[in-house]
């Protein structure tokens, strides 16, 4: 269990609300669902990570982590709800009023899809799309998968691929449609290249704020 006991943080805190919620932020009032709370930290996850805010309104009033059950359901959601389970890092600051705010932060999963485990047995992956966490879209889960993998199928780059990875080096790189009708390639063949440049670690699916396109892979 972890202490709250909290460091002096009024205005950093105060400063982290300003920005409201994000694509690496999101409030917490209060905790209770623990596989609700597991879909944030996936979400986080399998992006580029982020922070959830405890004991902070919607509307960004600070409301004061109530006890320490809180800190025991994101543990609980973190280790028992996400697969493989992940290792969020807690610290509780003093705000104004006294009142504390856990900021707990989720780095970015070194192996992803992490999934969450819902009810029935149902296994999904979610994604951070501004301040909303969505159910993954298969593709690029599967994608993440490919990456993942220690075994890779020996892909020889073909023309449609070298024209894939030109597309998705020009800015906001380009979604597996534009890539088909401009390859002219059936969906399925568009979408076998696309897995295999993921699985070679030379593209990536990211969302552009409107779309998830397929996006050149820094060095």
């Given at each position: 269990?972890?202490?709250?006991?909290?460091?002096?943080?009024?205005?950093?805190?105060?400063?982290?609300?300003?920005?409201?919620?994000?694509?690496?932020?999101?409030?917490?009032?209060?905790?209770?669902?623990?596989?609700?709370?597991?879909?944030?930290?996936?979400?986080?996850?399998?992006?580029?990570?982020?922070?959830?805010?405890?004991?902070?309104?919607?509307?960004?009033?600070?409301?004061?982590?109530?006890?320490?059950?809180?800190?025991?359901?994101?543990?609980?959601?973190?280790?028992?709800?996400?697969?493989?389970?992940?290792?969020?890092?807690?610290?509780?600051?003093?705000?104004?009023?006294?009142?504390?705010?856990?900021?707990?932060?989720?780095?970015?999963?070194?192996?992803?899809?992490?999934?969450?485990?819902?009810?029935?047995?149902?296994?999904?992956?979610?994604?951070?799309?501004?301040?909303?966490?969505?159910?993954?879209?298969?593709?690029?889960?599967?994608?993440?998968r490919r990456a993942a993998s220690e075994t890779h199928v020996a892909y020889t780059i073909t023309p449609h691929g070298s024209r894939l990875l030109e597309l998705a080096s020009?800015?906001?790189?380009?979604?597996?449609?534009?890539?088909?009708?401009?390859?002219?390639?059936?969906?399925?063949?568009?979408?076998?290249?696309?897995?295999?440049?993921?699985?070679?670690?030379?593209?990536?699916?990211?969302?552009?704020?409107?779309?998830?396109?397929?996006?050149?892979?820094?060095?």
């Amino acid at each position: 269990m972890k202490d709250l006991r909290g460091i002096k943080g009024k205005y950093y805190i105060a400063s982290l609300i300003e920005q409201g919620e994000h694509v690496h932020q999101d409030f917490k009032f209060a905790v209770s669902d623990a596989r609700k709370i597991a879909r944030s930290i996936s979400a986080f996850a399998n992006n580029d990570g982020g922070r959830l805010l405890i004991g902070v309104k919607d509307n960004g009033v600070i409301a004061g982590v109530r006890n320490e059950e809180d800190i025991y359901v994101v543990e609980q959601a973190a280790e028992m709800y996400c697969v493989p389970s992940q290792s969020p890092v807690f610290t509780a600051f003093k705000t104004e009023g006294g009142l504390t705010v856990i900021r707990v932060e989720i780095a970015r999963a070194v192996r992803r899809p992490v999934h969450v485990k819902e009810t029935g047995g149902l296994m999904r992956a979610y994604y951070r799309v501004a301040d909303e966490n969505i159910v993954a879209p298969e593709l690029m889960v599967e994608s993440w998968r490919r990456a993942a993998s220690e075994t890779h199928v020996a892909y020889t780059i073909t023309p449609h691929g070298s024209r894939l990875l030109e597309l998705a080096s020009r800015r906001g790189g380009v979604t597996v449609e534009d890539f088909m009708i401009d390859a002219h390639l059936s969906r399925a063949m568009a979408e076998e290249i696309a897995l295999s440049l993921c699985g070679m670690g030379l593209v990536e699916f990211t969302y552009d704020g409107s779309r998830f396109t397929l996006t050149e892979l820094s060095e």
